[in-house]
C-alpha cells in the first residue's frame, strides 16, 4: 500500500515547484496501479495461498463464469433469472420454472411422438370438380342369361363328340349342355346331376373350347350399325369383343383382358377410350336382338342380358344389372377415384390395409393382371379350386399355367364342393362368428389407387308399330355428369407436422425457437472444449 502525504501546514504558494511535479507524478502512477490491481486491494485474501494470479483461477470457478456469462444473455426465457438474479432463492425459483417447464414441454412432445408413430390415416375430399377425362370410360359387358346357342348344338355335337355316339351320350351330352346354359361359377352345385349317368365318352371334352363355340357371338346378339360412341358411329363387332368373365364368356366394350383388347392397345394410343362429355346419348349406345329362336323350346327362361359395368383392368365384378326384352335401359355412371397419398409409403401394406401398383401382394399370385381386390378374389378363387379339385376352370377364372383344365369327371368334384366356393371369407372372422359353411380364405386388401362406379338405371318400355314381331334391348351408357368427386388418404401426422408440433411446444413453454437450440449447443460446444483444453494442459 502507498502512502501520500500532502503538508497542509504549508501554503500552496510556498511550494516548491519541483515538490509538486513530483507529487502529480505520483498521483497518476497510484491511479494506474488502482486500475490494475482494483480486485487485489478490495478483495479478502485467502488464507494460505499468497496473492492470487489471473491465470491460477480453480477450474470450477472458470467454467461456472463462463456459463453464467453464458446464459445471462441467452434467447432462453428464464435462463438470465437463473444465472443472474442476486439472492440465491431467486435463481432457485426459477430453476424451478424453468425445469418444470422443460419437463411439461418433454411430456406433451412424448404424447405428439406416440401420436405421430400410430400412423393414423385420414381420408379427405380433394375435390368434387374433377374432369372425367381424367379415367378411362368404364368396360361395359353384355352376358345372355343362357350360355348356350342350341342353333349350334348339333354341329357342336359333331366336332366335340366322337364318332357315330350312341343315343346314350347324345343324351348325355345334351344333359350336358342344358346344365351348362345356365351354370356360372357360383352355381357350380348343379355339376353333380352328371354324377348318375356313365360319362366315359366325355372324359376327353375340352369344356372351355366346347362353351366358347356354343356361346353367342356378336352378330348374333347385336343389331346391324346400332353401337354408337361420343356420338360416333361404329361397327358393334370391333367395338365388342370376347372375354372370360366369372359369368363365362362375355362380349366387351372398352376391356384390356383378352388378347384382341391388349392387341387393340398396342395399334391405338386412345384406347381404353376416355369421354369428357355426360348426359344421355353422349356415351355408349347399342340395341340387341332379342329373339327367342335361339332358345331351347321347352326353356322358360326369357331371353335376357346381364350388364357388367367394371374397370377396363378388372377380370369381373359381381355387380350386374338386368336387361329385359322390349326395354330401353339408361344407365348413368357416378364415378369416384380414391387415391392414397405417397407420404404412407413408409407405412407397412398390412398397417395401410391396401397396396400400391409397385408393391406386390404375396397373396395375389397371378403376373398377367394388374392388382385390385376383385381381380385378387378371383385369382383367390381359382387357388380354392386348384386346392380342392386339382384342375382349374379358365373358362370362369384367370387361367392358371401349367395346370390341367377341369373335365367332366371333375364335376361330382366342382359341386360336391360349392359351398367352398360360393363363400369367402377374409381376416380371422372365424374367432368371431359360428358359421357352418366351409367356404374359402382370402386375403385381399384394396389398391391404394382405386376407380369405383356408381350407377342409376332408368328403365322404359318399347313402343313398336302394330303387328310388328320383333324383340329388342336398347341400352345406353353415359356419365352422369361431367365432374366426379376425388377422395385423398394420406397420414392425419406427418414429420412436417410433428416438427410444426415440436416448434410449438418449445416455444409455448421454454420460450426457445431454432436460433436458441444453436446457442445451447454451442455454449456446450464451448464448454467442452475448454474442459478438453484444460484436461490437455
Not at 209 to 215: C, D, E, G, V
Not at 239 to 249: N, S
Not at 255 to 261: A, E, K, R, V, Y
Request: aromatic letters at 10%; hydrophobic letters at 40%.
Amino acid at each position: 500500500m502507498y502512502i501520500i502525504i500532502f503538508p497542509s501546514a504549508v501554503h500552496t504558494s510556498c511550494f516548491n515547484e519541483t515538490l509538486l511535479v513530483k507529487v502529480k507524478t505520483l498521483t497518476k502512477l497510484f491511479s494506474f496501479v488502482m486500475l490494475l490491481y482494483t480486485k487485489e486491494l478490495v478483495a479478502p485474501r485467502p488464507p494460505d495461498q499468497g496473492l492470487l494470479r489471473f491465470g491460477n483461477k480453480p477450474a470450477g470457478l472458470k467454467y461456472s463464469e463462463r456459463l453464467r456469462l453464458s446464459f445471462v444473455h441467452s434467447t432462453i426465457h428464464g435462463m438470465e433469472h437463473v444465472f443472474g438474479e442476486r439472492h440465491f432463492w431467486q435463481r432457485i425459483l426459477w430453476l424451478t420454472i424453468v425445469v418444470g417447464a422443460g419437463v411439461t414441454g418433454f411430456i406433451l412432445y412424448s404424447m405428439l411422438r406416440h401420436r405421430h408413430a400410430e400412423q393414423q390415416l385420414v381420408s379427405l375430399i380433394d375435390t368434387t370438380q374433377l374432369p372425367v377425362y381424367h379415367i378411362q370410360f368404364p368396360a361395359v359387358g353384355i352376358c345372355p342369361w343362357g350360355h348356350v346357342n342350341w342353333e349350334r348344338a348339333p354341329s357342336a355335337a359333331l366336332r366335340f363328340l366322337p364318332r357315330n355316339p350312341d343315343k346314350e351320350l347324345l343324351e348325355t351330352f345334351r344333359q350336358l349342355l342344358v346344365l351348362l346354359e345356365l351354370t356360372s361359377f357360383a352355381h357350380f352345385n348343379r355339376a353333380t346331376d352328371l354324377s348318375t349317368r356313365n360319362l366315359t365318352g366325355l372324359t376327353s371334352l375340352r369344356i372351355m373350347s366346347m362353351i366358347n363355340y356354343l356361346a353367342y357371338r356378336c352378330d348374333e346378339l347385336f343389331v346391324v350399325d346400332s353401337c354408337v360412341f361420343d356420338e360416333t358411329p361404329y361397327d358393334c363387332c370391333k367395338l365388342f369383343v370376347p372375354e372370360q368373365t366369372e359369368k363365362g364368356q362375355c362380349l366387351v366394350f372398352n376391356s384390356i383382358i383378352s388378347d384382341q383388347s391388349q392387341k387393340k392397345q398396342l395399334t391405338n394410343k386412345f384406347y381404353p377410350y376416355r369421354l369428357s362429355t355426360a348426359g344421355e346419348d353422349s356415351g355408349l349406345k347399342f340395341t340387341l336382338n332379342a329373339s327367342h329362336s335361339l332358345v331351347k323350346d321347352g326353356v322358360m327362361l326369357p331371353f335376357g342380358m346381364n350388364l357388367m359395368i367394371k374397370e377396363p383392368r378388372q377380370w369381373s365384378t359381381e355387380m350386374m344389372y338386368h336387361l329385359y326384352p322390349d326395354t330401353e335401359n339408361f344407365v348413368a355412371v357416378h364415378p369416384m377415384v380414391t387415391e392414397t397419398s405417397p407420404n404412407t409409403y413408409e407405412m407397412s401394406p398390412e398397417k395401410r390395409r391396401c397396396y400400391f401398383d409397385s408393391e406386390r401382394n404375396p397373396y395375389f399370385q397371378n403376373t398377367t393382371l394388374a392388382y385390385n381386390r376383385d381381380n385378387c378374389l378371383a385369382v383367390c378363387l381359382h387357388q380354392a379350386v386348384l386346392r380342392t379339385c386339382n384342375c382349374s376352370t379358365p373358362v370362369f377364372l384367370p387361367p392358371i399355367e401349367g395346370i390341367r383344365e377341369c373335365g367332366i369327371e371333375d364335376a361330382q368334384c366342382l359341386g360336391r364342393n360349392a359351398d367352398i366356393f360360393s363363400y369367402v371369407k377374409t381376416g380371422d372372422q372365424d374367432k368371431y362368428i359360428n358359421d357352418s359353411r366351409r367356404g374359402h380364405f382370402c386375403h385381399c386388401p384394396d389398391n391404394c389407387n382405386s376407380l369405383q362406379y356408381k350407377m342409376t338405371l332408368n328403365v322404359r318400355k318399347l313402343d313398336y308399330p302394330k303387328n310388328s314381331t320383333q324383340h329388342l334391348i336398347k341400352a345406353q351408357i353415359y356419365y352422369g355428369q361431367r365432374v366426379m368427386t376425388k377422395i385423398i388418404t394420406k397420414l392425419k401426422y406427418t414429420n412436417l407436422d410433428l416438427l410444426a408440433n415440436f416448434g410449438g411446444i418449445v416455444s409455448l413453454f421454454i420460450g426457445a425457437s431454432g436460433l436458441s437450440i444453436f446457442e445451447l449447443c454451442l455454449v456446450l460446444g464451448k464448454l467442452l472444449w475448454a474442459l478438453i483444453k484444460h484436461v490437455k494442459s
